[in-house]
């Protein structure tokens, strides 16, 4: 059902339930034979126990302690190890404002700003921006003490000097950079 709505659709589960329950006493109406019903049962709930096989052979099976979820989170999602590289020196004593990392928001521990929506949305902080320090300006009027940037950057401008007197890099790996916004 979900693969014929709309991009939000998910905004439309709470009704559900009721549309299922629609649903079986139409069924229920339409034939008088229960196996009928319970095989059309059957037959609606097919794709999706399919599906569900599908998504555990490809991604591996659910993890259940916090080292599995730890993998699974850093294979799943390659900017992850810098969000987790701040909660684990930080802990929740930090706030990140982050360029095209958006999915990791509910990972982080600390306040994570950076979306295409908000006051501190993409285009509302990038635009205009004359230097690195213009950017960090803004950056700290947002409250942010570090830089996330991915691997496809998007930064606009090079990671030069004039960027490092305002910026610091404390953490790297190949898909990701974190940066300390100097005082």
């Not at 295409?116 to 960090?136: C, I, M, Q, T």
Request: with cysteine.
């Amino acid at each position: 059902c979900f693969t014929f709505l709309p991009a939000d659709g998910r905004y439309l589960e709470p009704i559900l339930p009721l549309s299922s329950l629609a649903v079986a006493g139409s069924l229920g109406r339409w034939s008088p034979d229960r196996r009928v019903v319970l095989a059309l049962c059957l037959l609606v709930f097919l794709p999706g126990w399919l599906y569900a096989g599908y998504r555990m052979k490809r991604q591996g099976l659910l993890p259940v302690t916090p080292a599995q979820r730890e993998i699974y989170l850093s294979r799943s999602l390659p900017y992850y190890s810098a969000v987790a590289w701040l909660n684990r020196t930080r802990g929740s004593a930090y706030t990140v404002w982050a360029l095209h990392a958006e999915n990791l928001a509910y990972l982080a521990k600390g306040r994570f700003l950076g979306d295409w929506y908000g006051p501190a949305g993409f285009p509302r902080v990038l635009a205009g921006l004359r230097n690195p320090e213009d950017f960090h300006g803004r950056l700290r009027r947002l409250g942010a003490d570090y830089l996330l940037t991915t691997e496809n950057g998007g930064l606009p401008f090079p990671e030069d000097d004039a960027f490092r007197s305002w910026f610091v890099p404390v953490y790297a790996d190949p898909h990701a950079r974190v940066y300390g916004l100097r005082p």
